[in-house]
T-cell receptor
């Protein structure tokens, strides 16, 4: 089945630094990638939608200059948290939709970001 | 607009008990409906799905039937195991909107004790 690999699974960084999270579709072409943020014991909050080769579409209230999304190829999307602060600490999950998975969305395993 | 409402948790059951997690939705047309499961510290795994009315999705002993008349997609399992302890999310994909994000319910935590 469709597999999405997300790395790193966890990362600790210092305030003010930037962190990049990668999401790769291993066996299908991900025309669309979704990035979510999940707070403890809560549901997923959609941050942005990206289509390969296009600029990402951000949800209201999500700072596009802080959460940089790149979807340069059909198998790779990245989320960079710039100038991270402790309040950015969260669980980030990507999801990919491709031409071969019209009725399902494959999720990465998530990245636990802790900013100290 | 489109939305998903699922029962509040946590749901606490003993092993081999019957499970029902209610999910209702609001959407135009015929959305696709999904149940995802999330184990601690992990991403979401597709549990089952249904794409049209009266379809029944099933997997690993779980099942859910797409009921258009009641706009529901309740998750059931006849005999739960400790290993089923996780958070369950009901979600929909809006009709005729390929490439848009899933809309999730708030999640229901299931805890099964032996």
């Amino acid at each position: 089945g469709a597999v999405v690999s997300q790395h790193p699974s966890w990362v600790i960084c210092k305030s003010g630094t930037s962190v990049k999270i990668e999401c790769r579709s291993l066996d299908f072409q991900a025309t669309t990638m979704f990035w979510y943020r999940q707070f403890p014991k809560q549901s997923l909050m959609l941050m942005a939608t990206s289509n390969e080769g296009s600029k990402a579409t951000y949800e209201q209230g999500v700072e596009k200059d802080k959460f940089l999304i790149n979807h340069a190829s059909l198998t790779l999307s990245t989320l960079t948290v710039t100038s991270a602060h402790p309040e950015d600490s969260s669980f980030y999950i990507c999801s990919a939709a491709g031409t071969a998975s019209n009725y399902g969305y494959t999720f990465g395993s998530g990245t636990r970001l802790t900013v100290v | 607009g489109n939305s998903v409402t699922q029962m509040e948790g946590p749901v606490t059951l003993s092993e081999e008990a019957f499970l029902t997690i209610n999910c209702t939705y609001t959407a135009t047309g015929y959305p696709s409906l999904f149940w995802y499961v999330q184990y601690p510290g992990e991403g979401l795994q597709l549990l089952l799905k249904a794409t049209k009315a009266d379809d029944k999705g099933s997997n690993k002993g779980f099942e859910a039937t797409y009921r258009k008349e009641t706009t529901s997609f309740h998750l059931e399992k006849g005999s739960v195991q400790v290993s089923d302890s996780a958070v369950y999310f009901c979600a929909l994909s809006p009709a005729n909107q390929a490439g848009t994000a899933l809309i999730f319910g708030k999640g229901t935590t299931l805890s099964v004790s032996s």
